[in-house]
């Protein structure tokens, strides 16, 4: 049950795919939360996902468009306008996707031309996407936009590869326009940096599965679910949170301010003693 967060508020979420998607839980939330949106992904994604369900669900117009074309931008956000009935009050930034690591190119054997796409794909597309907004004036007052991160972008994650370049780029964009668009119009742009999360393109990741599991027990809250980041975009679009802007905002249970854990060295040193006190009790300090 929602509690209209969001009401009368318009937005645009980029990057469903399928309802493992976090992209397609915020756009959900939104809703809930008394919003109406539209959404975007590419023509190829749109025909190997289920966002069409999504939309029809919705009732929100579904618009194919590359997110590295500065030309579909401008339809995404015209046709965004004349669909939702004037400029927009949020956005999300969900694209990533590294050609690298889909091709299990180890870090230090980059094909370069691949590392451009990851680039363009994963964090040039939040800038465009921002210019163009700014440009056609697209954002009202007072606006929220949110990319997608992760703490890659700060600590070398192994297997993440040049994805981790990219979410640093993404980053380093939205505090640099969230001061421009900041100071013209009063726009906040932040990046969420969210634990990993079981989607169709984090399951590409080389050993995903141990990195979700690790940081895990690492989290003294756990991993965040793609349902929890949708509630904290859902506050982060909201009026609540006005004066937030060029934040990156960790929703990791903790993850990101821990050294060691007594579920991760438990399992680091199974045969070794001396985690327990002579009781059996867990000594955590």
């Given at each position: 049950m929602g509690n209209n967060l969001l009401k009368g508020k318009r937005g645009i979420i980029f990057g469903a795919l399928n309802d493992m998607s976090i992209a397609w839980k915020v756009a959900e939330r939104c809703v809930e939360e008394g919003a109406t949106?539209?959404?975007?992904?590419?023509?190829?994604?749109?025909?190997?996902?289920?966002?069409?369900?999504?939309?029809?669900?919705?009732?929100?117009?579904?618009?194919?468009?590359?997110?590295?074309?500065?030309?579909?931008?401008?339809?995404?956000?015209?046709?965004?306008?004349?669909?939702?009935?004037?400029?927009?009050?949020?956005?999300?930034?969900?694209?990533?996707?590294?050609?690298?690591?889909?091709?299990?190119?180890?870090?230090?054997?980059?094909?370069?031309?691949?590392?451009?796409?990851?680039?363009?794909?994963?964090?040039?597309?939040?800038?465009?996407?921002?210019?163009?907004?700014?440009?056609?004036?697209?954002?009202?007052?007072?606006?929220?936009?949110?990319?997608?991160?992760?703490?890659?972008?700060?600590?070398?994650?192994?297997?993440?590869?040049?994805?981790?370049?990219?979410?640093?780029?993404?980053?380093?964009?939205?505090?640099?326009?969230?001061?421009?668009?900041?100071?013209?119009?009063?726009?906040?742009?932040?990046?969420?940096s969210q634990s990993p999360t079981v989607t169709t393109a984090g399951s590409g990741i080389k050993g995903f599965d141990s990195l979700v599991d690790f940081s895990d027990r690492m989290s003294p809250l756990g991993n965040a679910t793609a349902a929890e980041c949708a509630d904290y975009c859902v506050v982060m679009f909201s009026d609540l949170t006005k004066k937030v802007t060029m934040q990156n905002l960790y929703h990791d249970g903790g993850y990101s301010s821990m050294g060691m854990s007594f579920r991760a060295m438990e399992q680091y040193i199974k045969s070794f003693e001396g985690l327990t006190d002579e009781q059996g009790n867990i000594i955590y300090g």
């Open positions: 949106v539209t959404l975007s992904n590419t023509a190829l994604a749109i025909r190997m996902g289920t966002t069409t369900e999504l939309s029809e669900k919705l009732n929100a117009k579904l618009i194919p468009a590359d997110a590295t074309s500065v030309e579909d931008l401008e339809k995404v956000f015209a046709e965004s306008m004349e669909a939702l009935g004037g400029k927009v009050d949020f956005i999300l930034h969900s694209i990533g996707m590294s050609p690298n690591v889909r091709k299990k190119r180890p870090y230090d054997d980059l094909d370069y031309g691949l590392l451009n796409q990851t680039l363009d794909i994963s964090a040039i597309s939040f800038h465009k996407m921002l210019q163009v907004a700014k440009k056609m004036d697209a954002i009202n007052d007072w606006g929220s936009v949110i990319a997608l991160s992760y703490g890659a972008a700060q600590r070398t994650m192994y297997g993440y590869n040049d994805m981790a370049d990219a979410k640093a780029m993404l980053e380093s964009v939205a505090r640099s326009f969230g001061y421009i668009y900041g100071r013209s119009q009063n726009v906040r742009i932040n990046t969420i």
